[in-house]
């Protein structure tokens, strides 16, 4: 298989229907398809690319990403599609790793460029999507989409590696993860289903691109022949009014923008019944969140994905009508749903023996969407393959039906006192408070419990409450031994990854430096 | 991928919901998961087979029949599923093209053994699903599987050979289709949205199971954990009450059974409401025989399915909502539909090269569904996927929103003074007259035009109508040219292949013998 073939198959079945909008612009699949096939005619004929020689793209939202994605595709090149919140110094590494030898910037970070200046060891060639005029430096993209002969399909797929997507916003050194078409591909059929898209999905990319769930809806969007719709970057406000402006359909966020959306002063302002799904990952959902996020969007269902990079990225599903509060199955809401339609998960021991349902352990998964491997990273890749399945690091459980509850990161579980304590359930104690606007819980050091549970809470402007009021509330909804020691109010936002997961790493740092703690 | 992987996901979703419903046997997933462990444990470790060993099925439709394809994908090896309606000697060169070593037959076709005897050269050990006790010559089912341990999975897969469905049930010397895990399971996602199936589905194995198109239910619905219903044979009254008593809610069938559905006299004494969708392929749908259905059904839906074995087998399917006589889109109904999801298709001249829309021209194929190749003919195979697509050798036009209109198989159209005839479209005035109850349209030879439209008909019980009375109503339906020049009635059923096509090489033999038209 291959991405192309989505693109294929929309230009067959829906040649005038609206591809892509973005502002003001807007083509039909079959225009869509043109620039593709002589964007990739300039990158293997004017700029001389061969078959998987790495383009990266450092880019806001939009079609031309979009465009740039299939025609990376098309012309069987490697696509690197860099963290938009990385420093230069991490971007130039990234660049470099890859052999990068084409780096395409938009206007936003065409203002980085100088920072790069003398120290890319590969790129030879930049692309601007902003520029009117190709110069001897930069080339404009709308002059080599129009100065291109189109190029036929390379006719890469099945194994070949279509993208490099780096990890590590919230861990350590960056591994470059390396997707097949086959991956990808599979991972957009895997989803069609379960995410609700059909012919007539009109969907909003609202968070950001680079990462390796934005190609879910790129391909299976595109091989429905729906509709493509963009904004830059997810800004609730703008969000609410493009939702409205162009009818969007389906969307798929992160718990953290969900929360800023269901926190607009006047969201409800907003005619948002044209949204029919909205999917969320990444991270879990506040039981909080997700309640006024039914409040504000009643018509809409919800779906979770629950995955990783490394797994193309989507493994489980939670389906609409299991979020309910209520009924027999209200215990589900909490599930990361079960596995995807060509997936396998299991959860494991230390000896990668299978545990019996309730225990918890480790997940790991394998089939079609099981990346390739690290980039360069033989041994890191065959580590986390072991067994021919994926090591998700996660720790969770699997109820008698085949539902995935996830304990927490395994590196974000407190020990605490010899008790194993989940961040993530502390957080949703936290978030039923009405002055909590967002949190964070983490593991600080004690000498008497070697890891102490600390909170770090920011407050909703117009609510006030102490850090005892807030303790004393945790205290009803959770053993104590889960309850905070310890609290710091903040009034500045939490740090996100640039895929909108708050970074506990960063949160730690100042507690455990020069101790033992592994807080990669 | 691979075909076990569905079971294993039955079994971590719906454990102990309904795998197989056949007569009074049901069991549960977790039941039906331990019996193929250990038919595969008695076929390897019991039977001594190695991995890609054949074994063939000869049988009509059961549990059984189910339980032993996902064995025999379990232990590796691969499925010779063989057409219930051929003569001793067809199956005899089946068994010996193929070097099946192990033959499991049922009830029914134990009785066929003594015709076999002395004359299969591969077979080592015939297994019968009626035996109660194994003795010399007869391993009897039950006791292999009450008698083996269960063996893990041989974790075939992917490229691997899953089956070799032969075909020429109307062509010449048959062709083994060898299916790989991967061709399966992509059909089966292809179709598991587009046949509407899902956790609740209960579909009914009504059509013979040795097709290849009974696989796309088999792994869909067991991906999903949903029900298999069985019925040994198609039977119009048995399938009416099935579906009544056992609640079925899909079904798949050929015209010419939904014809006898449809002529059932009392079939709308039957409570058909839990049919939410029948699917319906292998030959056109006259026009007269869906309108009918769908007053007996008028809550079901209706999917067509285009395709054939090689292509493992659906290629085009055509959606519910094009099943409508009237409105703007009312010409559709007389589409195939468009591509699956995973597929590309185009129509092109004699030379492989692509044709506008509206032009008639030979449809071919690409995609994962396409066949690895036909067993052990491999100038066959280069043939038929040349240049990397696979001809069908159907005669069809695409319009200009990608839905596919198949003008006749190749071999069905008649050239008759130099007009090109499509048996279909004459049928389908035929099937209109009301005193017609079923019918086919041949070319046979003429001296005058070379060959002219030959009607062969056959009458509703309680309806009559003279050959000019038909004749006269095709002139006011179809261009003159197109009006059989000829006609016979006929008493007794048309013959059909084991897949229920009408057999046209039997109906055109009589009237070519000794001359040269092609009748393969």
Redesign the interface.
């Known amino acids: ?1 291959n991405i192309t ?1 989505s693109l ?2 929309a230009v ?4 005038n229907g609206i591809a892509t909008i973005d502002g003001d612009r807007q083509q039909t699949w079959s225009e869509f398809a043109q620039r593709v096939s002589a964007l990739a005619g300039g990158l293997t004929r004017n700029l001389q690319l061969q078959q998987e020689d790495r383009v990266a793209i450092l880019s806001l939202n939009s079609d031309y990403y979009l465009e740039t994605k299939y025609a990376i595709a098309w012309a069987g090149l490697i696509a690197v599609p860099l963290n938009i919140r990385l420093a230069p110094e991490e971007l130039i590494f990234l660049l470099n790793d890859s052999e990068t030898r084409v780096l395409i910037v938009d206007e936003t970070f065409s203002a980085m460029l100088p920072a790069f200046e003398g120290k890319l060891t590969s790129v030879e060639t930049i692309i601007n999507y902003s520029a009117t005029d190709s110069t001897k430096s930069i080339v404009a993209y709308q002059s080599l989409i129009v100065d291109s002969e189109p190029a036929p399909d390379a006719n890469a797929g099945n194994d070949d590696t279509a993208g490099i997507f780096y990890t590590g916003g919230t861990t350590g050194l960056p591994k470059g993860v390396m997707l097949t078409h086959d991956n990808l ?2 991972n957009a ?1 895997n989803c ?2 379960g995410l609700g898209y059909n012919a007539d999905t009109r969907y909003l990319h609202a968070a950001p691109m680079f990462h390796a769930a934005d190609a879910t809806s790129n391909i299976a969007v595109t ?1 429905l022949g729906g509709t493509h719709v963009f904004i830059p970057k997810f800004e609730p406000e703008q969000t609410l009014q493009l939702i409205e402006k162009q009818q969007v359909t389906n969307c798929t966020l992160v718990p953290t923008m969900i929360n800023m959306l269901v926190n607009t002063p006047n969201a409800r302002q907003y005619d948002l019944s044209s949204l029919k799904r909205l999917a969320y990952g990444a991270s879990p959902m506040p039981e909080a969140v997700l309640k006024g996020a039914q409040e504000l969007i009643p018509n809409t269902e919800f779906s979770q994905a629950y995955g990783m990079t490394e797994l193309s990225p989507i493994i489980t599903l939670l389906a609409p009508e299991f979020h309910d509060f209520e009924g027999p199955f209200a215990h589900r809401v909490r599930s990361a749903g ?2 995807v ?5 299991r959860v494991v021991d230390e000896y990668d023996q299978p545990l019996p349902n309730g225990s918890i352990g480790e997940v790991i998964a394998r ?2 969407t099981v990346m390739k491997g690290y980039w360069r990273r033989e041994a890191e890749t065959a580590e986390a393959k072991k067994n021919g399945w994926m090591h998700t690091g996660d720790a969770g459980y ?1 109820d ?3 539902y995935l509850y996830i304990a927490d990161r395994v590196k974000d579980m407190i020990v605490s006192g010899g008790e194993n304590v989940y961040s993530v359930e502390v957080e949703n104690a936290l978030y039923q408070h009405p002055a909590v606007e967002s949190c964070a819980v983490i593991g600080i050091p004690s000498e008497a419990w070697g890891e102490q549970v600390h909170a770090i809470v920011i407050l909703h402007a117009e609510n006030s409450a102490t850090e005892a009021d807030i303790l004393n509330f945790c205290k009803e909804k959770i053993a104590s031994y889960k309850v905070p020691r310890s609290l710091d109010f903040r009034t500045i936002p939490l740090p996100v990854s640039g895929a909108g997961k708050i970074l506990k790493t960063e949160l730690r740092k100042p507690f455990w430096e020069g101790r033992s703690k592994q807080v990669n």
Chains 1, 2 share one sequence.
Do not use: A, K, S
Request: net charge negative.
């Open positions: 298989m073939q294929r198959r067959q079945i829906n040649p591909v599979h059929l069609l289903n091989m079960n596995v339609l060509t997936g396998e998960i089939g079609p699997m008698d039906d085949g």
